[in-house]
Every structure is written in structure tokens, then in C-alpha cells.
């Protein structure tokens, strides 16, 4: 499959999870990946090694998403190696599984600037550096849309990462940029783990009608058709990808 031949994928938060199987299926579909890490860099490491491997192309930076001048770094470093940049995928996020009386500011304040601040700044590159007819594909929730106790915080990034992209998506159709979130359901992934205990996860299981958590390549699959050339009349939707959660 080569429906993203010649075409260069940012994929920030790709060293592992759903971002490395993101940065795997486009590699596969004939894109050329850069692999965003802030500190696993063995991981990124390997990622890349697969898609060399394959005989694919990579690119593995460092970069904090959630400071603006890492993002101009990640994106300078991408258009020196690639000379061009087609496609985002924002990944990049953390999970705070407390009830809203226990969030510390020191909390609220990472959450904000990972899940949200790092959307933004990349958003903010992408409107001058992305190329005409490109991609935006952002990872958002299912979680905005059901009233979870513990997701409070989380929730919140994700519905303003929904907003700011449908806002984008308006800004960037004269140059034939679509912009689009994908609204995953839970997946089973070590963040998705983090801080829960069995039952929890059981319980949140059983609330999907397919009766299953999800697979990273449920996600992948679906943001491959968002940013290939299938999908060039889809732009400013969230779509949810949840085993019928909701």
C-alpha cells in the first residue's frame, strides 16, 4: 500500500502507544515518519528501526511539544531533513485520573500545557510550514462526551483540542488543509493503564457494545483514511472510535 508516497508525517508522541502504531501504519502506507520523543529515546530508536527495516524512512527528534520553541525546533528539523511537511498528528498527551478536588496546580498547569499547549504551538507551525492540500489529524477523547468521575482535567484538554481544531480546520480550507480529531475510546495502552485498578478497567471494558477495550491499530486505521487522499472532503469532524461507547 503506498496511498502516502512522497508524503512527510510529524507524529509527535510517537515513541510508543498509539502514536508508534500511528507512525508504523503511515510508514507502511509509504509516508515518511518523524518520530517525536521527549525522553524515551531507545524507544524512538526502535520505532524507527522497524521503518528502516521495511524499508521505510525515518526521522527520530527530540522535542517537548509542550514548549513552543522545541515545536519551531521539531519542525525545523523535519524540513531540513524532508523539505517538506504534509501531514501532523498530534498524539503527544498525559492522563490525570483524579477527582477535581484533588488536582494540584502544579497538576492542572501539566495537563494544560501538554494536552493543549503543545496542540496549539504545533497548530501555530503548521498553518505557515504544512503544505497545501495537507493534514491535520489531533488525538482527542471519547471521554468530552460521557461524564467519567477522575477525568475532570483530562476531559477538559480534550474538548478545547476539539474546538481549536474545528477553528483551524475553518482557517485552513482555502489552502485545502484539512483538519480533523480523532475521539478514541480506551485503549488498551500503558496511559490508559496509569493509575487504574482492575475493576476499573473492567467496568470501563464492559461499557464499550463491542465488549472489548480497544487495539492502537483501531486508532491507526482511522487516521490513515483521515489523511490520505480518500478522505479530502472530511475536515473539521470529531470521530469517534470507541466500540460503541457512545
Known amino acids: 500500500m503506498n496511498s502516502l508516497r512522497g508524503k512527510v508525517a510529524i507524529v509527535t508522541g510517537s515513541s510508543r502507544g498509539i502514536g508508534a502504531e500511528i507512525a508504523l501504519t503511515l510508514s507502511h502506507a509509504g509516508g515518511k515518519v518523524v518520530i517525536n520523543y521527549i525522553e524515551n529515546k531507545s524507544a524512538a530508536d526502535e520505532v524507527c528501526r522497524v521503518i528502516l527495516d521495511a524499508g521505510g524512512e525515518c526521522l527520530a527528534v527530540q522535542a517537548d511539544v509542550s514548549n513552543s520553541d522545541e515545536v519551531r525546533k521539531l519542525f525545523d528539523a523535519t524540513l531540513e531533513h524532508f523539505k517538506q511537511i504534509d501531514i ?10 483524579k477527582e477535581i478536588a484533588e488536582i494540584r496546580d502544579d497538576e492542572l498547569d501539566r495537563i494544560v500545557d501538554v494536552n493543549f499547549k503543545s496542540v496549539f504551538y504545533t497548530l501555530r507551525e503548521a498553518a505557515t510550514r504544512l503544505a497545501d492540500h495537507g493534514r491535520v489529524v ?25 474546538q481549536l481544531t474545528r477553528i483551524f480546520a475553518r482557517e485552513m480550507g482555502k489552502r485545502g488543509i484539512t483538519a480533523n480529531t480523532v475521539s478514541p475510546g480506551p485503549v488498551d495502552t500503558e496511559l490508559f493503564r496509569a493509575g487504574k485498578t482492575a475493576t476499573d478497567i473492567e467496568r470501563m471494558t464492559a ?3 463491542l465488549n472489548r477495550l480497544g487495539s492502537t491499530d483501531d486508532i491507526a486505521q482511522v487516521v490513515l483514511f483521515l489523511v490520505s487522499d480518500e ?16
Do not use: C, H
Not at 489531533?138 to 476539539?162: D, Q
Open 231 to 246: 478522505a479530502r472532503w472530511v475536515t473539521g469532524q470529531d470521530i469517534g472510535v470507541n466500540g460503541g461507547i457512545i
Open 88 to 97: 501532523l498528528v498530534n498524539n503527544a498527551g498525559i492522563l490525570l485520573f
Open 207 to 209: 461499557m464499550a457494545a
Open 138 to 162: 489531533n488525538i482527542s477523547s471519547t471521554v468530552t462526551r460521557l461524564m467519567l468521575p477522575k477525568y475532570g482535567a483530562y476531559a477538559a484538554t480534550k474538548a478545547a483540542v476539539e
